[in-house]
């Protein structure tokens, strides 16, 4: 921990001094910062182990720089100072990726403390890059990142299959981290979360004039990671046309812009994710068989967690810390509660349901009470063992619509919990309920 450059960002003179000094004596470099807009400007240019900021501050704020510091140096702990305390704020800091966060006033012990946690490692994090974001118990798991470790250390395309929630980027993610990219970027892309006749222009970029409103040249997000990894999550949803882009970048290892009359080089590795079966999908004709294989070089599948539950407890408790509960216990029936639930929404609803335990149990201990609302929730949405019937004697396209309605209708309309259950992701579900002309706001459930 001594020598480490730590990064501090707060508009009050006196509290940036009063954190140097305390930083300093524990034998850490420091950079201060009097606004976000600065702290941005010394965290792409330099290296440093932490960065703490305070959350309102001019011109960027603690969120703002702590969106930039997931994109400049995602490995690098943040911690959040605020005065402006409440457990909104600091929910939304942790989604984002805050280590941790402090509410001021605090004393210089609350600092030693938290920084000597950050830098000196804990039983869920550990010092080796990359490996910080495993936290599994179950021998599956710690077989299936074994692997991973030894693949990334190859430049084989991965194709990562699980469901929802399972902690695919998180896979992905690590891959990139203990491969020889992992001081180049890592890029994102929803294939899902973009409307078709703009995922072309989001992976490939475009030229100046290639399109109304195409007033400047755009580098795609292939481009953008140039050296690194590029994360293709949800695959399966993209459209024909642009899987055999897709192909030709992977084959040629090229790609064309919109617009553009030559083809730049690509130097990426490429990582898919699905949580569908795409072997069925080719089957069906609706995803290219050759692009399939070209993806398929090394595939990865995470189960499901209903069947790791020696990782539950593990998770929960990691959850508890994460969202600021140090210190909060979990009742021996809470813990019992949470290993016999459905977790159709795997390690995700774990997180959600943890989080909103917090919220409810305050800084007593979580007891069973706080976990569900009701039996539906502990079961996921589950029919209890009654698949939802389709009438006999039906085309398949008529008893597909009649599983994905009645399901819906079991589940109120709950289109999230209908997709986990049908296996298909939510923009799938969207499309066939429009194909189907069902209102969006699903009141005929």
């Known amino acids: 921990m001594k020598g480490s450059r730590i990064l501090v960002a707060d508009d009050e003179y006196l509290m940036r001094e009063g954190i140097r000094e305390t930083l300093v004596s524990m034998g850490c470099k420091v950079d201060l910062a009097s606004d976000g807009e600065e702290a941005i400007g010394?965290?792409?240019?330099?290296?440093?182990?932490?960065?703490?900021?305070?959350?309102?501050?001019?011109?960027?704020?603690?969120?703002?720089?702590?969106?930039?510091?997931?994109?400049?140096?995602?490995?690098?702990?943040?911690?959040?100072?605020?005065?402006?305390?409440?457990?909104?704020?600091?929910?939304?800091?942790?989604?984002?990726?805050?280590?941790?966060?402090?509410?001021?006033?605090?004393?210089?012990?609350?600092?030693?403390?938290?920084?000597?946690?950050?830098?000196?490692?804990?039983?869920?994090?550990?010092?080796?890059?990359?490996?910080?974001?495993?936290?599994?118990?179950?021998?599956?798991?710690?077989?299936?990142?074994?692997?991973?470790?030894?693949?990334a250390a190859s430049d084989a395309t991965l194709l990562i299959q699980g469901e929802s929630g399972t902690g695919k980027e998180i896979l992905a993610r690590f891959v990139h981290n203990k491969s020889a990219r992992k001081d180049g970027p890592f890029v994102a892309v929803n294939c899902a979360a973009l409307p078709e006749n703009l995922l072309e222009s989001e992976l490939f970029g475009h030229e100046k004039g290639a399109f109304t409103g195409a007033l400047s040249r755009k580098p795609g997000k292939f481009e953008l990671a140039q050296?690194?990894?590029?994360?293709?999550?949800?695959?399966?949803?993209?459209?024909?046309?642009?899987?055999?882009?897709?192909?030709?970048?992977?084959?040629?290892?090229?790609?064309?812009s919109v617009g553009s009359l030559r083809?730049?080089?690509?130097?990426?590795?490429?990582?898919?994710?699905?949580?569908?079966?795409?072997?069925?999908?080719?089957?069906?004709?609706?995803f290219r068989e050759d692009l399939f294989y070209r993806l398929n070089v090394f595939p990865l599948t995470i189960p499901p967690l209903r069947e790791r539950p020696?990782?539950?407890?593990?998770?929960?408790?990691?959850?508890?810390?994460?969202?600021?509960?140090?210190?909060?216990?979990?009742?021996?029936?809470?813990?019992?509660?949470?290993?016999?639930?459905?977790?159709?929404g795997n390690v995700r609803e774990l997180e959600n349901i943890v989080q909103r335990a917090l919220l409810l149990a305050g800084r007593g201990p979580i007891e069973e009470s706080h976990l569900f609302f009701n039996e539906e929730e502990k079961t996921g949405g589950?029919?209890?063992?009654?698949?939802?019937?389709?009438?006999?004697?039906?085309?398949?396209?008529?008893?597909?619509?009649?599983?994905?309605?009645?399901?819906?209708?079991?589940?109120?309309?709950?289109?999230?919990?209908?997709?986990?259950?049908?296996?298909?992701?939510?923009?799938?579900?969207?499309?066939?309920l429009k194909e189907y002309e069902v209102c969006e706001s699903g009141s005929m459930f």
């Open 42 to 151: 010394l965290l792409k240019g330099g290296s440093y182990s932490m960065v703490i900021t305070d959350v309102k501050m001019p011109k960027a704020g603690g969120l703002d720089l702590l969106r930039e510091a997931r994109l400049i140096c995602p490995e690098v702990p943040l911690l959040i100072m605020t005065a402006y305390g409440t457990v909104e704020s600091a929910v939304e800091a942790m989604k984002m990726g805050a280590f941790d966060y402090i509410l001021k006033p605090f004393s210089a012990e609350s600092v030693e403390k938290v920084v000597e946690k950050a830098l000196g490692g804990g039983r869920q994090r550990s010092s080796k890059r990359g490996e910080e974001l495993i936290v599994t118990r179950d021998k599956k798991m710690l077989r299936l990142f074994e692997i991973a470790a030894n693949v």
């Open 227 to 256: 050296g690194g990894t590029i994360l293709l999550d949800e695959i399966s949803e993209m459209n024909p046309l642009l899987q055999a882009k897709l192909l030709r970048v992977l084959q040629e290892r090229v790609v064309d």
């Open 263 to 286: 083809p730049k080089a690509v130097n990426v590795r490429v990582i898919a994710t699905t949580n569908r079966e795409m072997k069925g999908m080719v089957a069906e004709g609706k």
């Open 310 to 344: 020696e990782d539950i407890k593990e998770l929960t408790e990691f959850f508890i810390k994460k969202y600021g509960g140090y210190g909060v216990d979990i009742s021996r029936e809470a813990i019992k509660s949470l290993k016999s639930s459905a977790w159709q």
């Open 382 to 432: 589950q029919f209890q063992g009654k698949v939802p019937p389709v009438r006999k004697g039906l085309s398949v396209r008529e008893a597909e619509k009649d599983l994905i309605l009645n399901t819906l209708g079991e589940l109120r309309g709950n289109r999230t919990r209908a997709a986990n259950i049908l296996g298909i992701s939510v923009r799938t579900l969207r499309n066939k």
